[in-house]
Nanobody
Framework: DVQLQASGGGLVQPGGSLRLSCAASGFKFDDYAIGWFRQAPGKEREGVSC????????YYADSVKGRFTISRDNAKNTVNMQMNSLKPEDTAVYYCAAGRIVNYGYEPSEYDYWGLGTQVTVSS
């Protein structure tokens, strides 16, 4: 069975950091791009970052550029996203997703598999 397990969420103060991880199994991981999406209450799902299957190309939403860094380890079937300088507007449920053919990292319809989310809350 295909599984994508996101972890690492939590409560953090503004300006703090969190590191999200996505552990994958059940498919050929190094053939898939991995994306992170988030969804806040009452808002649409938003593409946050994406990394190509090889790890050579990345995408970031303008709202997180310079603060978030995505990386992957194909030997361990994991993708991490380091989130620094967190802001209250980063509060959302964060999901990781895998796509075989991803042209636009922010487009949910390009992704084949989705995991359950992890809650990130940025609040003082």
């Amino acid at each position: 069975d295909v599984q994508l397990q996101a972890s690492g969420g939590g409560l953090v103060q503004p300006g703090g950091s969190l590191r999200l991880s996505c552990a994958a199994s059940g498919f050929k991981f190094d053939d898939y791009a991995i994306g992170w999406f988030r969804q806040a209450p009452g808002k649409e799902r938003e593409g946050v970052s994406c990394i190509s299957s090889s790890g050579r190309r990345t995408y970031y939403a303008d709202s997180v550029k310079g603060r978030f860094t995505i990386s992957r380890d194909n030997a361990k079937n994991t993708v991490n996203m380091q989130m620094n300088s967190l802001k209250p507007e980063d509060t959302a449920v964060y999901y990781c997703a895998a796509g075989r053919i991803v042209n636009y990292g922010y487009e949910p319809s390009e992704y084949d598999y989705w995991g359950l989310g992890t809650q990130v809350t940025v609040s003082s």
